[in-house]
């Protein structure tokens, strides 16, 4: 009983799943950093205008010269994501192809069991054996068909037309018209209980 509790359960992840889970976790990291560099951006862009609305040009200029940089490092993330999400389905679609190649290979292995159960000659045998069989069975009805003489044959046929017409007897019909009515009870039960007892 300690061993069933103490053992350790084989995992069903694999280091494919892993890997994507991996992939998927940093595609998704990487997406709320662009998050971040686009309230950047509107922030510094709406920072530039007031700062140009209130004569300093030069920090202006810095300012955008520090949105086009982000703008660049936002470019590179929108490829890096890119690549995330292609490598993803390359490993997704290749655990499906592998799950397609062991499939294969449990039916070849499974198909060579049964070609060594039963190889071109043992079906040969058998084919050649049902073909005596049936040859053996056809002699046999030769035999027996033949056994019959013309005599036979006429007998036989005489009695087969002999049953056909034969009539089926039926049972005679009265001649007598059948009552109307039938009597509703039998003159006993019509008969007081005193005559009944007296008569017994």
């Known amino acids: 009983m ?4 103490g053992r350790k359960r084989r995992s069903r992840v694999t280091e494919q799943d892993r890997a994507v ?12 950093y ?5 309230l950047n951006l509107e922030r510094e862009r709406a920072l530039a205008r007031q700062l140009l609305k209130e004569g300093k040009r030069e920090k202006a200029m810095l300012l955008l010269k520090k949105k086009r940089y982000q703008e660049q490092l936002l470019d590179k993330t929108e490829n890096q994501i890119s690549n995330l999400e292609r490598m993803v389905q390359d490993i997704e679609f290749t655990q499906i192809e592998m799950k397609v190649i062991e499939g294969l290979k449990i039916g070849n292995e499974c198909l060579n069991k049964m ?3 039963m190889s071109i000659e043992e079906v040969e045998r058998i ?7 049936v040859e053996y069975q056809r002699q046999i009805d030769e035999i027996l068909a033949g056994s019959l003489t013309e005599e036979d044959e006429d007998a036989i046929l005489e009695e087969l037309n002999a049953i056909t017409q034969e009539q089926v007897e039926l049972p005679e019909v009265p001649s007598e018209p059948l009552p109307e009515k039938i009597p509703d009870a039998s003159p006993v039960k019509n008969r007081p209980k005193a005559e009944l007892v007296a008569a017994s």
């Open 34 to 38: 662009q998050k971040r560099i686009n």
């Open 21 to 32: 889970l991996q992939l998927k976790q940093q595609r998704d990291k990487l997406k709320q």
């Open 115 to 117: 070609h060594q159960v």
């Open 2 to 5: 300690g061993n069933l509790f």
């Open 127 to 133: 084919i050649g054996e049902t073909q005596d069989a």
